[in-house]
């Protein structure tokens, strides 16, 4: 009101109160505002002048609560929110328009927006007649008024003018008389156009006329339009302070949502218009999991599959120390073979990474792999020839599947399917270490894959994955998951192939 400190206002989510009338039907007053505020990126809240009994048919009956206990509401509201914009529509009675009044008059909230609702789409009134008065007084202490061209005519104590120039000019007078901004409507015209404007003639100078062009949209969903656009306006011009571009954006919403009114299906006259519809087709209405909820989700989604290697013989055997040493130089064998692939898709993994942190990591547990894992397996390597070993069926399959995700080209989803080789066998490492003591002949073994530089790289790899599962498309975190599993599968192969190939 007071043109306060709006202009220097910060982008943040501004907080809006709509002091307007009930429609229980949903497609005007607060229950317009409050959809409206939340589609324009505010926070809604309502504080209710009036009940109406109404559809999209028309107003059946208005009930006035009495003016002290909406002064109440008002109170309740100022008392404890710092309140950023206020939009102000259905005021019913001109005792209503006096608690309104003072309430602003006390509050002085910085930015005001006040759609004179005098009569509903459907023609039933929603103002009595003897407190246009009250209204017309109360548009001085607005930033901002927001009326059709019948409320226009009102509020200037003229006759309703039918051009559009006609139009531009009448809110030119309005705007030097009460000192307020003007944006006219051109909802009530005829004819294929459907323009608005900004008419700012509060200097007393030739008025400042911004004007927004708008094609007439066929449709008879057009219920609570008023209500919408000045409750979008409310909330863009606190955000922003621009004025202009906040008028320029809050009729593309509008239109957007005017378009996509009738697939709604509500009512049998003037139906609502779809305050979300843009929002729907731009961002949808899926849900997305947090990073520790993927996580959660994901370690329950393999329970079973760790289950079966914690209850496999191999890993049983090599945790007593009952493994035949065989079936052990077999399994680093393998495992070596398997590294030297393994490494290759960690590189494919830094190559790919966006950013040079996770580029780094990936790097650095490739040449992990190559460098200190190669070196434990060739300390294990008297048995010779074995090193030689081509990849059996099992590392084979295992390694396919990794380097075909690489190949792919989706980080995220190759990430993923790198993620079991650190966590599973971290898991299963931090099981079997407690079981390491000086006879045990895979000691030295035992305690490699519990210890704290591979504890750090598991905890990174997965922070990694599931920060980028959580911001992945619903598919793709699909297909993620998809690859987590089945590397995990692999994993258990990997251990179960590995039991009882020594000879006797
Ligand atoms: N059929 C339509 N097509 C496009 N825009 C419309 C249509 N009807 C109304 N509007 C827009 O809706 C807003 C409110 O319109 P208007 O009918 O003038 O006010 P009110 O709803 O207060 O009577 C304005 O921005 C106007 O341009
Ligand atoms: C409670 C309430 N407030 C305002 C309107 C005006 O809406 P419209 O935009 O259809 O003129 C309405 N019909 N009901």
């Known amino acids: 009101m007071s043109g306060g400190p709006i202009e220097a206002r910060v982008s943040r989510v ?7 009338g009930s429609d229980p039907s949903g497609g005007a007053g607060i229950q317009a505002d409050l959809k409206s505020i939340a ?92 407190a246009e008065l009250a209204l017309r007084e109360l548009v001085r202490l607005c930033d901002l008024v927001t009326p059709n061209i019948p409320e ?40 294929a156009e459907a323009p608005d404007a900004l008419v700012d003639a509060r200097s007393g100078n030739v008025p400042v006329v911004t004007e927004f062009a708008g094609i007439r949209i066929d449709t008879s969903n057009t219920h609570g339009t008023g209500c919408s656009l ?80 914690d209850g496999g013989d191999f890993v049983r055997a090599l945790g007593d120390g009952s493994l035949k040493r065989g079936d ?22 830094a190559r790919l990474a966006p950013t040079t942190a996770e580029q780094a990591f990936w790097a650095s547990s490739a040449e992990g792999c190559i460098v200190t894992e190669l070196q434990l397996h060739e300390s294990w390597a008297t048995e010779g020839e074995v090193f030689a070993a081509s990849p059996s069926a099992t590392t084979t399959g295992y390694l396919n599947h990794l380097l075909a995700t690489a190949a792919r080209g989706d980080y995220a989803v190759l990430a993923a399917a790198l993620l079991p080789c650190f966590w599973v066998y971290h898991d299963v490492g931090s099981r ?15 305690t490699t894959y519990a210890d704290q530089a591979f504890t750090d790289a598991t905890e990174r790899a997965i922070t990694i994955v599931t920060a980028l599962a959580a911001d992945a498309t619903p598919p793709v975190r699909d297909a993620m998951l998809t690859a987590f599993r089945t590397s995990t599968e692999h994993e258990r192969e990997f251990f179960a192939a590995a039991f009882g190939v020594a000879a006797e």
């Open 230 to 309: 000045s409750s979008a306006l409310a909330t863009r011009i606190a955000a922003t302070g621009e004025w202009a571009a906040a008028v320029a954006e809050s009729k593309r919403w509008l239109s957007e949502s005017i378009r996509a009114g009738a697939a709604l299906q509500v009512g049998r006259r003037h139906g609502p218009i779809n305050h979300f519809a843009g929002m729907w087709q731009r961002g949808g209405v899926v849900t997305a999991p947090t990073p520790a909820e993927v996580r959660e989700h994901w370690w329950a989604e393999i329970a079973s599959i760790r289950a079966q290697i």
């Open 152 to 191: 226009l005519a009102i509020i200037a104590a003229e006759p309703v003018v039918e051009t559009w120039p006609e139009v531009l000019a009448q809110a030119a007078r309005v705007s030097a008389a009460y000192g307020v901004r003007v944006l006219a409507k051109g909802g009530h015209l005829s004819g």
């Open 432 to 446: 079997l270490h407690p079981l390491a003591h000086a006879e045990h002949p895979y000691a030295d073994w035992l």
């Open 14 to 20: 501004p907080r809006v109160l709509s002091i307007a």
């Open 328 to 349: 052990f130089v077999w399994y680093l064998a393998q495992d070596a073979l398997y590294l030297r692939d393994y490494a290759r898709a960690l590189a494919e993994a």
């Open 39 to 130: 589609a324009n990126g505010g926070y809604g809240m309502a504080a209710t002048t009036a009940l109406t009994v109404q559809n999209t048919q028309g107003v059946r009956g208005v009930h006035v609560p009495p003016a002290s206990f909406l002064r109440e509401q008002l109170d309740a509201l100022s008392d404890d929110i710092a309140i950023d914009a206020v939009k102000i529509g259905m005021l019913a009675t001109t005792e209503v328009v006096g608690v309104v009044r003072s309430w602003l008059e006390q509050v002085r909230p910085p930015l005001v927006v006040l759609d004179p609702v005098m009569v509903a789409t459907s023609g039933d009134r929603l103002l009595d007649a003897e």
